[in-house]
């Protein structure tokens, strides 16, 4: 697979989450376009280019599928974006992340977050607590979805996340990942 991939997966739409390819690919564009500017410049006109290009890329999709198929709930997997393990810093840039593409979520019928736990809980220490950090995950990233849900005027949008069936079958048993 190419590393400008067209892989959904493989793509972010944020520029904070974006490969290194992606990244290098707009920086590159933008000093052509930009000649005389400093690196610090481009990166920031790369940045806004690569995220304006990205709300009007995933609204535009949203749109037409809506059209399309207009009784179908039209969303992206897994966004709203949130970070498996929750921390106050990077929740907050990624709730500034996920407010600029209101455009998106006015485009959407439905937001499709992933709680999938693909991951073992990251603690090894002796009070460790698996399954509540996992449930943590879980709930961090219900509420951004909630949130955002409401950013969009009038009804919120359905919140319908992807679960994983291990997460349920563990939860039960109160097993971790």
Same mark, same amino acid.
């Given at each position: 697979?190419?590393?400008?991939?067209?892989?959904?997966?493989?793509?972010? %739409? +944020?520029?904070?989450?974006?490969?290194?390819?992606?990244?290098? %690919?707009?920086?590159?564009?933008?000093?052509?376009?930009? *000649?005389?500017?400093? &690196?610090?410049?481009?990166?920031?006109?790369?940045?806004?280019? $690569?995220?304006?290009?990205?709300?009007?890329?995933?609204?535009?999709?949203?749109? +037409?599928?809506?059209? @399309?198929? *207009?009784?179908? /709930?039209?969303?992206?997997?897994?966004? !709203?974006?949130?970070?498996?393990? !929750? #921390?106050?810093?990077?929740?907050?840039? #990624? #709730?500034?992340?996920? =407010? @600029?593409?209101? *455009?998106?979520?006015?485009?959407?019928?439905?937001?499709?977050?992933?709680?999938?736990? !693909?991951? &073992?809980?990251?603690? #090894? =220490?002796?009070?460790?607590? !698996?399954? /509540?950090?996992?449930?943590? $995950?879980? =709930?961090?990233?219900?509420?951004?979805?909630?949130?955002?849900? /409401?950013?969009?005027?009038?009804? *919120?949008?359905?919140?319908?996340?992807?679960?994983? $069936?291990? $997460?349920?079958?563990? /939860?039960?048993?109160?097993? %971790?990942?």
């Amino acid at each position: 697979m190419s590393p400008l991939s067209s892989d959904w997966e493989a793509w972010e %739409a +944020t520029w904070g989450y974006a490969s290194d390819a992606y990244r290098n %690919a707009s920086i590159a564009l933008a000093r052509s376009q930009n *000649p005389g500017k400093s &690196e610090a410049e481009l990166e920031s006109l790369a940045a806004a280019a $690569y995220t304006n290009s990205s709300v009007e890329l995933l609204a535009l999709t949203a749109r +037409t599928s809506q059209r @399309l198929r *207009p009784k179908a /709930k039209v969303g992206f997997y897994g966004l !709203p974006h949130k970070q498996y393990w !929750p #921390q106050a810093q990077l929740n907050k840039t #990624q #709730q500034g992340w996920n =407010d @600029l593409f209101i *455009p998106v979520w006015e485009a959407c019928s439905a937001l499709f977050p992933s709680i999938y736990l !693909p991951y &073992e809980s990251g603690c #090894q =220490d002796a009070g460790c607590q !698996p399954l /509540k950090r996992n449930t943590e $995950y879980v =709930d961090a990233t219900i509420a951004e979805a909630q949130r955002v849900s /409401k950013l969009v005027g009038g009804t *919120p949008l359905p919140v319908l996340p992807y679960a994983w $069936y291990r $997460y349920a079958r563990l /939860k039960m048993l109160g097993w %971790a990942c």
